[in-house]
């Protein structure tokens, strides 16, 4: 079954938009973008429309290319002010540290969840908010499973194989520095395989076995088109599958929006309770 990741996430959308007009004021978001390429502009503009489809504020600030960590610092710190969730949409320039800049983020504005260790939370990476909402409406049973996760970024591998974790699964994370006949094997004999390596059809039907589950959360442009680390042909020997695009994307941006309605369902309080 080829997973409808649009229509799951019109859903949480309408959730989000429902749950909004009960605030006293609409939830504030604030992406700091810096030269996007291609993936990072579709991105962006679906984030923009999602976010307008459910009464959501996002504010663009786009950064110079020659941007300081310093710099970042302090425009992050007024961010936080008037705001209640700080996305900073990678890549930036490669001058400014990824590890550095994510460290800037005020972990009370942090709606990637960048220091997310599987513990159970209403904040959760997107990516990983993604996969629990797709495992819980199709039952997808993770104790005792083998699971194997193809990279190991901080946006989808890492957080995904905590979650997993956190789940019972039996976690092996494939890098670039694992041996092939090791990569192999372990996808060969996966139960369930999370894919974010970010290389266009890494993973064909010839190399799953029947009956896997795969969530595809590779994204890479080619000839002008997103796709994903799994080859479309898997969906042959797939019980679950997530394509690119349509499947984990649409999903991640409303989790996004979820993850800032409860941060700022968390600073409205904070803010009666100061008056």
């Not at 996430?9 to 604030?30: D, G, N, Y």
């Not at 957080?159 to 699964?169: I, L, M, N, Y």
């Not at 595809?216 to 088109?225: F, V, W």
């Amino acid at each position: 079954m080829i997973i409808d990741g649009k229509a799951l996430a019109a859903e949480i959308i309408a959730w989000v938009a429902a749950k909004v007009v009960t605030l006293p004021t609409p939830p504030h978001l604030t992406v700091f973008t810096c030269a996007p390429n291609f993936e990072t502009q579709k991105f962006l503009a679906l984030k923009q429309k999602q976010a307008s489809l459910c009464g959501v504020t996002l504010v663009l600030r786009a950064c110079r290319p020659d941007v300081t960590l310093e710099e970042m610092h302090t425009a992050l710190q007024e961010a936080a002010i008037g705001t209640d969730g700080i996305i900073i949409q990678f890549p930036f320039p490669p001058h400014v540290a990824t590890a550095d800049l994510i460290t800037l983020i005020p972990l009370t504005h942090d709606v990637d969840a960048f220091a997310y260790k599987g513990e159970q939370t209403e904040v959760l990476p997107p990516v990983v908010g993604a996969i629990a909402e797709i495992a819980k409406k199709y039952a997808v049973k993770w104790g005792h499973k083998r699971v194997v996760v193809v990279g190991n970024g901080r946006l989808v591998g890492a957080p995904a194989a905590h979650f997993a974790r956190s789940q019972g699964g039996e976690v092996i994370v494939i890098t670039k520095d694992t041996d092939d006949e090791d990569q192999q094997q372990a996808i060969a004999h996966a139960d369930i395989l999370i894919l974010g390596a970010g290389v266009p059809g890494l993973i064909t039907a010839n190399m799953v076995k029947e009956g896997v589950i795969i969530f595809d959360a590779g994204t890479t442009e080619e000839g002008g088109m997103l796709v994903g680390d799994a080859d479309p042909l898997v969906a042959s020997k797939a019980t679950l599958l997530t394509p690119v695009p349509g499947g984990i994307g649409p999903l991640t941006i409303a989790i996004l929006l979820k993850n800032v309605l409860n941060l700022a369902k968390k600073h409205r309080k904070a803010e009666q309770n100061m008056v």
